[in-house]
């Protein structure tokens, strides 16, 4: 067997990850994430010897690990399907469209609380609550969030379920933002809801576990009410354990 072909240090690496800006063209494609982020260059035709620059596409490291993955339950992605996303993404970049929202400066809409709830195509989704607590020492608001996300709601095992708590700050740039070593969370209003965005977050929360993308606001009373007391408790398990900034 011949040994494996690196990719390391190339050219064909560094054109993979300069034309793709480092953006995840699953990620992109499926669920309009704009975010870079970390992740591995995948092969299309499963084959590690063929670095073929049209073979390449780059992967955040939960579509990478699912695009390697055999499954038996569920319909994994295919090479054409892989094919139209690493395309439609590039064409993005060549384009100049591929700027995350945040990025993209401008005015942004004051910090929303409510419940808000995002529906993935993954087989999971997440709620986050975000509420005005109190104020600061020096008159700004202090804000906590509360969230819940799953994957694998189909599984025999069950789901895989992470969840976050934290409060913070209000600061100048109408962002709800979290740090924890390689991780980060960035919170915005945008249209009637609050889009959400990650970094680090592979493993972070559990295998396949995510918080980025958009969300729409609670408008069910039972729900709201169901979720208020569950958050409640778990403010009161863990007063005291956010960080504060």
Not at 169 to 194: M, P, Q, R, V
Request: charged share 25%; proline share 2%.
């Amino acid at each position: 067997m011949s040994p494996r072909k690196s990719l390391r240090g190339t050219n064909i690496e560094a054109d993979v990850l300069w034309e793709s800006k480092r953006r995840c063209a699953v990620c992109f494609s499926l669920y309009g994430i704009l975010d870079v982020k970390k992740g591995q260059i995948a092969h299309i035709n499963k084959d590690r010897n063929d670095n073929r620059i049209e073979n390449l596409v780059f992967l955040c490291f939960d579509h990478h690990d699912q695009y390697d993955s055999v499954t038996s339950q569920s319909k994994n992605f295919t090479k054409i399907e892989m094919k139209r996303y690493r395309d439609e993404l590039l064409i993005a970049c060549r384009q100049g469209l591929v700027t995350s929202r945040f990025e993209a400066g401008g005015n942004l809409p004051a910090i929303r609380t409510g419940l808000f709830a995002r529906r993935s195509s993954l087989d999971g989704g997440s709620v986050i609550s975000i509420t005005k607590t109190r104020k600061n020492w020096d008159g700004r608001s202090v804000f906590q969030v509360i969230g819940e996300a799953y994957t694998g709601i189909s599984r025999i095992g069950g789901p895989n379920m992470g969840f976050i708590g934290f409060e913070t700050t209000e600061n100048s740039s109408s962002l709800i933002e979290f740090y924890d070593g390689n991780y980060s969370l960035l919170i915005g209003a945008t249209g009637k809801g609050i889009l959400v965005e990650e970094e680090g977050e592979f493993g972070y929360h559990g295998v396949g576990v995510h918080f980025f993308g958009e969300y729409e606001r609670v408008t069910s009373p039972f729900l709201r009410m169901r979720w208020w007391s569950r958050s409640l408790f778990v403010s009161h398990f863990r007063r005291g354990k956010w960080p504060d900034q």
